[in-house]
């Protein structure tokens, strides 16, 4: 069964820093699709950042040059580093994973973790 487990999340001022972790169970991941979407209040989820099973990645264009993320296959936990925060950077994270990249949404979800940035 597989298990995804946010942490990370908090209350951070606006031009902070923090780092999200997704633990994965169930699984390894480096052989498969991960990223991580968010969900800010009154909005649609959104896609924030994915890594392919090959270690390419993808940002929304909101987030390129601020987020990077990362898999530490010995960990098997994967990662969201979160620079220069915004207040538009608050909602709560979810880490995904999925079979392939094209198909993640449709994937296994964590419970997400809350970020609120305050400006």
């Known amino acids: 069964q597989v298990q995804l487990v946010e942490s990370g999340g908090g209350l951070v001022q606006a031009g902070g820093s923090l780092r999200l972790s997704c633990a994965a169970s169930g699984l390894t991941v480096g052989s498969y699709a991960m990223g991580w979407y968010r969900q800010a209040p009154g909005k649609e989820r959104e896609l924030v950042a994915r890594?392919?099973?090959?270690?390419?990645?993808t940002y929304a264009d909101s987030v390129k040059g601020r987020f990077t993320i990362s898999r530490d296959n010995a960990k098997n936990t994967v990662y969201l580093q979160m620079n220069s925060l915004k207040s538009d950077d608050t909602a709560v994270y979810y880490c995904v994973v999925g079979r392939f990249i094209a198909t993640l949404s449709s994937g296994s979800w964590g419970q997400g973790t809350q970020v609120t940035v305050s400006s």
């Open positions: 890594i392919s099973s090959a270690g390419s990645t």
